[in-house]
């Protein structure tokens, strides 16, 4: 049974720092790729970062380039989202989703596995 566990969301203050992880069970980690993702009430998921199977390329949206991290421990099945100087605007749900497979892709749909999400508050 596959499982993505994630853990570390919470409430911050504008300008602060979170750390996300995911962790993974029941599939052979590092043939997946894993991609961040969030989702803010009344708004469609939206691809935040992916990170390959190695861990030597990523990719992230416009809106937290300079400020967010995706970096993975495949040894430790697990994918981290480090995100710095944290806005009201990035108040969500984040997700962690894993795609099988070489070619990263961004779309939400195209991701095999899911978390149950961890929630995002970010005060102004």
């Known amino acids: 049974q596959v499982q993505l566990v994630e853990s570390g969301g919470g409430l911050v203050q504008a300008g602060g720092s979170l750390r996300l992880s995911c962790a993974a069970s029941?599939?052979?980690?590092?043939?997946?790729?894993i991609g961040w993702f969030r989702q803010a009430p009344g708004k469609e998921r939206e691809f935040v970062a992916i990170?390959?199977?190695?861990?030597?390329?990523?990719y992230d949206t416009d809106f937290v380039k300079g400020r967010f991290t995706i970096s993975r421990d495949n040894a430790q099945k697990t994918v981290y989202l480090q995100m710095n100087s944290l806005k009201p605007e990035d108040t969500a749900v984040y997700y962690c989703?894993?795609?099988?497979?070489?070619?990263?892709?961004?779309?939400?749909?195209?991701?095999?596995?899911w978390g149950q999400g961890t929630q995002v508050t970010v005060s102004s």
């Open positions: 989703a894993a795609r099988g497979g070489l070619v990263v892709r961004t779309r939400p749909q195209e991701y095999d596995y």
């Open positions: 029941g599939l052979a980690f590092s043939a997946y790729t």
């Open positions: 990170i390959s199977r190695s861990g030597g390329t990523t």
